[in-house]
T-cell receptor, first 110, second 113 residues
């Protein structure tokens, strides 16, 4: 079983749509959770950290369910500029390497 | 968060040769990580580079193939040795950042012909 699993997509949605990405992780000792965004031919960039209580940043909402080892990202009112690959990332301990999912590709069209 | 300068940004190399990739960080960091991203795949950790000690390699990666240097807390190099077409990938360095997130270099896009 892969350490971090994501639905690869692609998700093709119209502008204004709401889209949700899911992710599961296998290591129950994982301590930190993130969503990264990677644009084509670019390095990954931190989109948001994910906290147990759930957290929101504008149109983006992230949730974590430790019992189910499940992470989600909800994007509301999708914009063309949201088109990218979204990487689910976990970290077992601060200062150690990140473990990446394969990413979910989102394409938002007008 | 830290700013990383990674060089070269891309290269096309002949098989059997070696390429050294450099990452310079604008602040001192204890740990630096080297990743590989093969076409259409996600990032795979190659090794963790510690200053003053040998790098720690992940399963499937060996020092002879991917020697790493970490001479100080702001700099590291990764060498891809005796290259074959299978080594064609994007190579990225990364350091821990604030709020738990990590910062990445802009990547080195390597094509081996």
């Amino acid at each position: 079983r892969k350490e971090v699993e994501q639905d690869p997509g692609p998700f093709n949605v119209p502008e204004g749509a709401t889209v949700a990405f899911n992710c599961t992780y296998s290591n129950s000792a994982s301590q930190s959770f993130f969503w990264y965004r990677q644009d084509c031919r670019k390095e990954p960039k931190l989109l948001m950290s994910v906290y147990s209580s759930g957290n929101e940043d504008g149109r983006f909402t992230a949730q974590l369910n430790r019992a189910s080892q499940y992470i989600s990202l909800l994007i509301r009112d999708s914009k063309l500029s949201d088109s990218a690959t979204y990487l689910c990332v976990v970290n077992s301990r601060a200062g150690t390497a990140l473990i990446f999912g394969k990413g979910t590709t989102l394409s938002v069209s007008s | 968060s830290a700013v990383i300068s990674q060089k070269p940004s891309r290269d096309i190399c002949q098989r059997g040769t070696s390429l050294t990739i450099q990452c310079q960080v604008d602040s001192q960091v204890t740990m630096m990580f080297w990743y590989r991203q093969q076409p259409g795949q996600s990032l795979t950790l190659i090794a963790t580079a510690n200053q003053g000690s040998e790098a720690t390699y992940e399963s499937g990666f060996v020092i002879d193939k991917f020697p790493i240097s970490r001479p100080n807390l702001t700099f590291s190099t990764l060498t891809v040795s005796n290259m074959s077409p299978e080594d064609s990938s994007i190579y990225l360095c990364s350091v821990p950042g604030p709020r738990g997130g990590y910062t990445f270099g802009s990547g080195t896009r390597l094509t081996v012909v």
